[in-house]
């Protein structure tokens, strides 16, 4: 373990976002976690990918060191590169390339960890885990619960490793925090012995961002997060509730996959199964054709055409009809998802908006909080409508419910989670 000898000055973690065909990844200083770089690649093994890499706690000027990038050039404060990046391997050392331009390699003896985001820890990780043979042959063995996902983490994880097998490497799992739920919540009533056969049971998704969130929650109410109950509303692309007890998730609305629970930008959330029967027996699809219009060809987008709520808005605005029933479907989900959680939980001390949506959209707000006073819930429309990047009240004072915009940030709780794991002693920031 001499890696971790470096620990008093070993204050950087890298997080790495593998996906299919892109590589998302965030430097963070733990010191502060501040952002040292960010940055992406995408379009990974097609003909031209594509790297975009900032600075943005120096303002995002890319200046300090020469500027020897070879087919670097500038961009709107940072650095853009086009070529092929043939795979997930080339795209790192593309970006350690970038890392090291700028004076922060993945050799420097500042990094102390990469965190990786991995999206199915199923049952088995409860906790963000060093990565060894062990863990990447389990990551594995869950393959089958996130097919697209796992795969993509994977090769980040393999890529990562090659390039520093030295360096502590620590998984983040997406559905880690709702390992909690019991089994109550966490079980479909579908016959027990093929359920467990095949692993099916209710997983969540997105529980990096509702930890985070319910514990800044708890931060701004004043108080520990074992002493407040949250329902924590993430709206963004994909959207997903949860109802968090004294810290601990105890629901959340996504399942076996992130198909279920709210309508989202392209998914269908919550539908009669017996829907998927009928479009297999009757309309003559096949199960991938099912699949891909659950998942993309849903939601939002199925119901108007538009999956972004701005553009969604302004047609509203101009009087159209689809985007308005779209609207109301979409809040109508919402509440009841609200008033399930509400009861859940008996006691809610606040209700979180966080993501694209819930951070920005104020008129989706207001639509999910209004007529919920019987349980508490009220909207001080001036405080709503805001618009800032740190987290906010938006209730009234003296409002039974808090309810709260809470700007999420998954990359800063990977970053902590994999530092706190590494170095137990040290401090961990908020
Ligand atoms: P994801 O990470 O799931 O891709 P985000 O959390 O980034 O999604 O949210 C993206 C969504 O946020 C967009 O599809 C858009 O609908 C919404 N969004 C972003 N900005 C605004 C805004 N100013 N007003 C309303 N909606 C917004």
Redesign the pocket.
Known sequence: MSSYDAADTATRVLVLNSGSSSLKYQLLDMRNGSRLAVGMVERIGEKTSRLVHTLPESGGDSSDGDSSGGDSSGGDGGRERTGRFADHAKALEAVADELAHDGIGLDSPELAAIGHRVVHGGLGFSEPTLIDDGVLAEIERLVPLAPLHNPANLLGIRTARALRPDLPQVAVFDTAFHTTMPEYAARYAIDTATADAHRIRRYGFHGTSHAYVSRRTAELLGKDPSEVNVIVL??????SASAVAGGRCVDTSMGLTPLEGLV??TRSGDIDPAVTFHLRRVAGMSVDEIDELLNKKSG?VGLCGD???????RRIDEGDERARLAFDIYIHRLKKYIGAYSAVLGRVDAVAF???????????REAAVAGLEALGLAMDAKRNAV?SGEPRIVSPDGARTVVAVVP?DEELEIARQTFALIGEDRPAIA
């Not at 993430?234 to 959207?239: E, F, Q, T, V, Y």
Request: hydrophobic share 40%; no cysteine; charged share 25%.
């Open positions: 993430h709206l963004g692309n994909g959207a989202m930008g939002l999956n972004d709520m701005r553009e969604i808005r966080t993501a694209g949506v819930g951070e920005n959209a104020a008129e989706v618009r999420t």
